[in-house]
């Protein structure tokens, strides 16, 4: 069973909320503006790896660090009848980024996608979840949860295993695991809003594990806002055929006729 601490049963915390539905892509011509706009600095990581990165793209991409470098700083201290001067930030320490993350987000905002090539499932997985996990601190989570998509989806795709000889069957149950965590089933939905197209990989990739009927999620489905709704919705598009038992009246129906 999975235990859920108490500050995560509210996972839409009131300082920040879920980001937006992706933000437009800029054309040709806007992203030969954003990156001819003169390069601020930014510092990544304890060791402070410098980048050189232009300053309107940042802007572009981030409410956040658009107030951060949108602010005035005293770079002349006020002595009697000398006015202090001011200009715009030019700097920014980010400490709790990773230089392989930062790397990541250059590509998201330049190319819109990851080319990053790991070495398995498992690891892609991890890598991606956890760049949608900073990138929420940063006001980026929309752009990143867009980008990551593709990368997962593939990642999800590949088999952790060798597939079983033929006649030899597997209980579902059984299936090894290969796709989301239920850690990474709660960032999803904490960063992303309905809609998002990550969300519904998220509902794919459960409901292609446990199948109809599963019950490993089931605490997720109480206890994160919007799941339920999520795997319902692709239960919905996926479904081609299948018989159930009306509620009121107990008789066997197939879609909305009776059987």
Request: glycine share 4%; charged share 25%.
């Amino acid at each position: 069973m999975f235990h859920f601490a108490n500050n995560n049963l509210n996972i839409l915390a009131t300082s920040q909320l879920p980001s937006n539905m992706a933000l437009q892509r800029p054309s040709p011509h806007k992203l030969l503006q954003l990156m001819s706009s003169e390069k601020v600095k930014m510092y990544i990581g304890q060791e402070e790896k410098l980048y050189l990165v232009p300053r309107e793209l940042i802007r572009y991409h981030s409410n956040t660090l658009r107030v951060h470098f949108d602010k005035k700083v005293c770079i002349r201290k006020e002595r009697t009848f000398i006015k202090a001067k001011y200009e715009q930030n030019n700097a920014k320490h980010l400490y709790d980024c990773q230089p392989e993350h930062f790397d990541m987000l250059l590509e998201c905002m330049m190319q819109g996608g990851i080319s990053t090539r790991w070495t398995n499932s498992r690891e892609a997985i991890e890598k991606c979840m956890a760049l949608v996990e900073y990138s929420w601190k940063i006001d980026m989570a929309a752009m990143v949860c867009e980008a990551v998509v593709e990368p997962l989806r593939n990642a999800i795709k590949t088999p952790v295993l060798q597939q079983p000889s033929v006649g030899f069957s597997v209980p579902r149950r059984e299936v090894p695991h290969r796709g989301f965590t239920m850690e990474d089933i709660m960032t999803v939905f904490k960063v992303t809003q309905p809609g998002n197209r990550l969300r519904a990989l998220v509902a794919q990739d459960v409901l292609s594990r446990q199948g109809l009927k599963g019950t490993t999620f089931k605490d997720l489905e109480t206890h994160v806002p919007g799941f339920a709704a999520e795997i319902l919705n692709q239960f919905r598009e996926c479904a081609s055929f299948w018989a159930w038992t009306d509620p009121i009246t107990g008789l066997q129906r197939t879609f909305d006729g009776y059987a």
